[in-house]
């Protein structure tokens, strides 16, 4: 069981086939928008946990995927699997139905299983916005499945959650009486993070808070791998076929007694290959997960290769993000073949994101942990010098270097160059930097990077990404001149 403060906490799980509901009454219990609601049938794969709040106790919520008691796909068994942890560790099942449908045999084939399992067990009816004129005889229906909490909701527009709340409560006190404590949370460790950390709150933590890893790639590149092997568990499904993670999910992790938040992201393709309404979702969730990131890690499976969607998909961090570290998966792959020259390789990635010279990359194996204590310490690292004070004397030294070494060229059409005076922090994660001087709104984009790459390398900054602003100097007796004249 998870302890906080002397405090246990009741955890409570969402079940039942897909498309009936669950992530919208997630949604609607935690008051966040963390999990993919859609029309669309099977968006959820992978556990999600939430955190309520209710009158003076405090759940955990689990989201899971569509149930399926006879799978037949390897998806599904997946899905099913990750279900039955969640059911494990809970002690409240709220079996979730689709009101506007009739109860199907499959429906059945679930709270038969449950039943056996001797928890705690809601029946909630969703999709209705009115009990009054809900046909009575659809309700006795689910009574006949032998349950006797049944909860007529509408998780869109909230009709019904008090009442849920209120026997989910008088439920937990029952429980606590009972002395009931094998359903409490006992695997998720570290879940107080989660609960500050949710997309909700990712940006309101500014004390102590965890380091924020967004990990981001193409489908297939070994994410989930990845994340399965820091917790030492199955926590995501990890499968052969492309586009298996479909929502954003946070794992919070101590390891050398520091705080991370991995936020574990669905995989992104080419827009002419993105078909389908989920993966759609998927890839606009994922592109503005990363404005919450302290560091971006991007992992690159070694089999494929770089692609021009990798390049891309870089370009678009390097933009909106704020560090950024290569993690090259699947090395363990190449480096065991015979005629495998890795200094070749190394040269071949090198060249095609030459644009990213100031970034590490680690060479890594998601599936046996090869590399991954020094990727931590990149973490690390990067993550400490983006809140390092930096001294305004100090960058308008190293700016002045680079312009004896490299004047700017002066503008076109005219005798005068722009004129560079001072350059100080404007702000931290994300860093930028504010010069300030006279004509500096026409420095070339040329000689604007190669200001970028002084700085990089003689303040020997490695993985943050820092934003240029320049500031032209007004002259404040410019005005009275000319009234003079």
């Known amino acids: 069981m998870i302890v906080m403060n002397d405090v246990i906490f009741p955890v409570i799980v969402l079940v039942g086939q897909e498309n009936v509901g669950k992530s919208t009454l997630f949604n609607r219990l935690t008051c966040t ?45 997946c899905i099913n699997d990750q279900t039955n942890i969640a059911i494990q560790e809970s002690c409240i099942i709220l079996f979730v139905v689709d009101g506007k449908k009739q109860g199907s045999s499959e429906d059945w084939n679930i709270i038969t299983y449950l039943r056996k399992l001797k928890k705690g ?25 032998g349950i006797k909490n049944v909860v007529i909701i509408s998780a869109v527009h909230g009709y019904g959650i008090s009442t849920l709340l209120d026997k989910i409560y008088l439920q937990s006190l029952k429980n606590s009486f009972d002395g009931v404590k094998k359903c409490f949370f006992n695997t998720y460790i570290g879940f107080d993070d989660y609960q500050k950390n949710s997309e909700k709150n990712l940006l309101l933590n500014q004390n102590n808070e965890p380091i924020i890893v967004v990990i981001i790639g193409r489908p297939n590149s070994g994410k989930s791998t990845f994340v399965n092997y820091l917790l030492k568990e199955e926590r995501m499904i990890v499968s052969d076929i492309p586009g298996t993670t479909r929502d954003s999910v946070y794992i919070p992790i101590t390891y050398n007694n520091d705080k991370y938040m991995f936020v574990d992201t669905a995989g992104i393709r080419k827009k002419k290959h993105v078909s389908s309404v989920a993966e759609q979702i ?68 090198n060249k095609k994101i030459s644009f990213l010279n100031f970034v590490k990359i680690h060479y890594i194996s998601a599936l046996y942990g090869s590399g991954i204590k020094n990727l931590f310490q990149s973490i690390k690292k990067i993550h400490d010098f983006s809140k390092q004070k930096i001294n305004t004397a100090q960058l308008t030294r190293v700016m002045h270097e680079a312009i004896i070494k490299y004047p700017p060229p002066f503008i076109r059409g005219t005798k005068f160059a722009p004129k560079l005076k001072f350059v100080h922090v404007g702000s931290y994660n994300p860093v930028v930097f504010i010069i300030h001087g006279t004509r500096v709104s026409s420095l070339s984009n040329a000689y604007r990077k190669y200001l970028r790459n002084y700085f990089y390398r003689a303040l020997n900054i490695e993985g943050v990404i820092f934003q240029m602003h320049f500031k032209n100097t007004v002259n404040p007796f410019s005005d009275k001149r000319n009234k003079h004249v």
């Open 33 to 77: 928008r963390d999990a993919l609601v859609s029309s669309y049938p099977g968006l959820t794969r992978d556990r999600k946990y939430g955190y309520i709040k209710y009158k003076n106790f405090k759940f955990i919520l689990i989201d899971t995927g569509g149930f399926n008691i006879f799978s037949d796909t390897l998806i599904q068994d």
């Open 121 to 145: 067990i809601f029946v909630v009816i969703n999709k209705i916005d009115n009990a009054i004129s809900y046909n009575n005889y659809k309700i006795w229906d689910y009574y006949l499945y």
């Open 282 to 349: 998927s890839k606009l969730k994922t592109l503005q997960i990363l404005k919450y990131a302290h560091v971006t890690l991007f992992i690159l499976d070694i089999q494929e290769g770089i692609v021009n969607q990798d390049l891309s998909l870089l370009n678009f961090i390097t933009k909106s993000s704020k560090s950024l570290i290569i993690a090259v998966n699947k090395y363990d792959i190449f480096s065991s073949k015979t005629g495998f020259d890795k200094t070749l390789m190394k040269e071949e990635l």
